[in-house]
């Protein structure tokens, strides 16, 4: 039986430049959290970094062709802040915003759009030594910087993204330590919240005052979040968990407003019940799309061991190589849920993909069965949601390469495409194969 989609519809892959592109040091770069980070012993899997990467820095235009290759209609990669601003604050790096000129050309050049995300959590180590995300100057210093990118790449960019997982930076990063810059404080994250919220909405608010062209939208890892049985605790602790990560970024950009449930916890009221109605309205400033990222569904029980009182609870079941359940039916729900509460505004599943224990054989092929059955019962779900009416346009598997996988190091595989991390030699996986029929025609079997 084949699954058609929509004439119109967006087939994609994504990356993220700390991630994919090297050339860590030099070409007028600044040293980024994520640099320091995995520099510091223990933090990340191996003693990896991301000095070298995939090398994409030096290797886009094969990259690029790579693309062309799999028939992507759009590629969403992402634009690094401490390589294009000499000071992180106000001073150009022509040599930085050069390298992505070439590459949005390349894409163009190639009829791929190009899909730009200004934020992907390499924040410039400099303002993190300034107090990084709680500091509102760093909020002003994004805006400068998203202005700039604006301006520089205008008319060469076909969709904006101004954040990426906002709630996984914030808490990975400054509430649970297991991600840069490896802080611990709860206060600290209300307060960063607040601010990448305001710098989001800002950053919107300048590029519909300054007439850019493109869309602009933001990305958000939503899941559905499950209680793990019906008593009143559990239950209870499941709307506590969707409020701190799906709601209280949704809630904002939506409605103006930070949920309840939040706002009864004394550090998060302590920073967000002071703000003033002017704020709220720049923060919700209408974008034209909204970018989910999906991976796996949460089941919680209440849990006084929890941070916000609930704890996610291991299921049983088929697992990616990361350890994560394999939900598809969660990217139905999310989708779902946004249109019931938010409206049917465009979606487009900026991330979506898995990593598997891949194999390179002795004929330098990799036959990822396990990956393309993962994405063909994601696609299933995605094309039931669009027959259901809702307002989806498109698709970025995650991720193009195998990379830097943050905290994992190079230890997890997500690529459509193998990366040998000592020669840089670019294998497309089998995956890959079953995809690009997808692309040309527009339709999958099952």
């Known amino acids: 039986m084949n699954h058609n989609f929509p004439d119109d519809f967006i087939w994609g892959a994504a990356t993220a430049s700390f991630q994919i592109e090297g050339a860590a040091y030099g070409f007028g770069k600044l040293p980024s959290i994520w640099d320091t980070f995995s520099h510091t012993p223990g933090n990340v899997a191996n003693g990896d970094t991301g000095d070298f990467a995939c090398d994409h820095y030096n290797r886009f235009v094969q990259d690029i062709a ?24 106000n001073t150009p790096n022509p040599q930085g915003i050069e390298f992505y000129k070439n590459l949005t050309d390349e894409l163009i050049k190639n009829d791929i ?63 649970d330590g297991v991600h840069a810059p490896g802080m611990k404080d709860i206060w600290t994250s209300a307060k ?86 002017h704020e709220m309205e720049v923060i919700s400033e209408k974008i034209d799309f909204l970018g989910i990222n999906y991976y796996f569904r949460n089941v919680v029980k209440y849990s006084q061991k929890g941070k916000l009182g609930f704890e996610s609870v291991k299921m049983d079941g088929e697992k990616t190589y990361f350890g994560w359940e394999v939900y598809p039916q969660g990217l139905y729900d999310i989708l779902r849920y946004i249109k019931e509460n938010y409206g049917n505004i465009p979606l487009y599943i900026t ?16 036959h990822d069965v396990q990956r393309i059955s993962y994405l063909k019962r994601h696609f ?67």
């Open 66 to 89: 790579i693309m062309k290759e799999l028939g992507i209609k759009a590629y969403r990669f992402s634009i690094s802040w401490p390589r294009v601003m000499k000071d992180a604050k």
């Open 113 to 175: 759009k190009p899909v730009a995300t200004l934020y992907h959590w390499d924040l410039p180590q400099i303002l993190q030594d300034e107090g990084g995300w709680a500091n509102k100057k760093t909020a002003e210093y994004f805006v400068n910087f998203a202005d700039l990118m604006f301006r520089e790449l205008d008319g060469r960019v076909y969709q904006w993204i101004t954040f990426n997982e906002p709630s996984v930076f914030i808490f990975l990063g400054n509430l």
């Open 380 to 446: 299933e779900k995605a094309l039931r949601a669009i027959q259901d009416g809702i307002n989806l346009k498109g698709y970025y598997v995650w991720s193009l390469l195998d990379n830097f996988e943050w905290a994992e190091g190079y230890s997890k595989r997500f690529g459509l495409v193998y990366i040998d991390y000592n020669t840089f030699e670019r294998i497309p996986k089998d995956s890959f194969l079953w995809y690009k029929k997808v692309i040309e025609e527009n339709t999958f079997e099952v």
């Open 192 to 277: 960063c919240v607040h601010n990448v919220l305001w710098a989001h909405g800002s950053a919107v608010k300048i590029f519909r005052e300054k007439g850019y062209k493109g869309q602009i939208g933001i990305t958000l890892n939503l899941a559905p979040y499950e209680p793990a049985s019906s008593e009143i605790n559990d239950v209870m602790a499941a709307s506590t968990g969707d409020a701190q990560w799906n709601r209280l970024f949704l809630d904002p950009i939506f409605k103006g407003t930070y949920p309840e449930i939040i706002m009864n916890n004394p550090e998060f009221r302590k920073v967000l019940g002071t703000l003033d109605s």
């Open 351 to 366: 991330e979506n993909g898995a990593t598997y224990d891949d194999i390179l054989t002795s004929d330098r092929k990799i």
